[in-house]
């Protein structure tokens, strides 16, 4: 169906028909907007015929989680859906999982769900600890390192610059030569030794934060916090981060 011919409206036939059997049905859609409206919208027909709905947003605590999974009817991202399933596999107790067994779902928006959403992969890691001092120390050294030009794939001419770009992947590659000048700016001898591993990877990411992320494309600073926006949509997407350190929550600094 295409848009504005009634598709969330028509998909509370099968939620409703699926929903019969009590095991729960789940609707997928792009974001927080949209999810607690379509559940606002379509809950009156829900509730005309005996059936309660819940809604799973950004912010909900695992008690507010599980009521909602509880419902006949659950409304909510692919984000959420997803991060609440690597989370409940992480548990260790069954009370402590806040989805219920996996019935019936419905995709809204499908080609940004399964197509351009499914390239971006959900990851779940721990606190990455912050060294503020070595951020900084790192920082510094960025603006004296040069980006190589642009090469084709097949040309085997040694890189003119200290680090390469993958536009596409959003990765930095260090080259013998930047190598050379990283060492020496901080003072190292060889920067793959194991004992220096922080440090290179703390430069790979300072490159990819000056080179790669652009403010107000990729992210944006709201309330002294980065913001990430979907690359698809244009929305914002509170409570995401980037992975490995990259992206952390900020702390007030001590005077």
Do not use: C
Request: net charge negative; no cysteine.
């Amino acid at each position: 169906m295409k848009t504005g011919e009634g598709k969330t409206l028509v998909a509370t036939l099968p939620v409703v028909l699926n929903a019969l059997s009590g095991k729960g049905v789940h609707v997928i859609t792009v974001n927080d907007y949209l999810a607690k409206r379509d559940a606002e919208w379509m809950g009156a027909i829900y509730n005309f015929l005996g059936l309660s709905y819940g809604v799973i947003v950004h912010g909900l605590d695992d008690e507010e989680r599980k009521a909602a999974y509880a419902a006949d009817i659950t409304y909510g991202t692919n984000n959420e859906f997803g991060f609440d399933y690597l989370r409940d596999n992480m548990k260790f107790y069954k009370e402590q999982l806040v989805q219920r067994e996996l019935n019936y779902a419905i995709v809204d928006e499908v080609d940004s769900i399964l197509i351009d959403e499914a390239r971006t992969p959900l990851i779940i890691s721990g606190q990455v600890e912050m060294n503020v001092g070595l951020y900084r120390k790192i920082d510094g050294i960025i603006p004296n390192l040069s980006r190589s030009t642009p090469r084709e794939a097949d040309d085997e001419t040694p890189p003119d610059g200290d680090f390469e770009i993958d536009e596409k992947a959003k990765s930095v590659t260090l080259t013998d030569a930047g190598v050379e000048k990283v060492e020496k700016l901080l003072g190292v001898d060889n920067l793959f030794d194991t004992q220096n591993i922080s440090l290179q990877h703390h430069v790979l990411q300072a490159l990819k934060a000056h080179h790669i992320f652009q403010n107000d494309v990729d992210y944006i600073v709201k309330d002294g916090q980065v913001m990430l926006v979907d690359e698809f949509t244009g929305r914002l997407m509170p409570g995401r981060r980037l992975s490995d350190g990259l992206h952390q929550p900020s702390r007030p600094r001590r005077t």
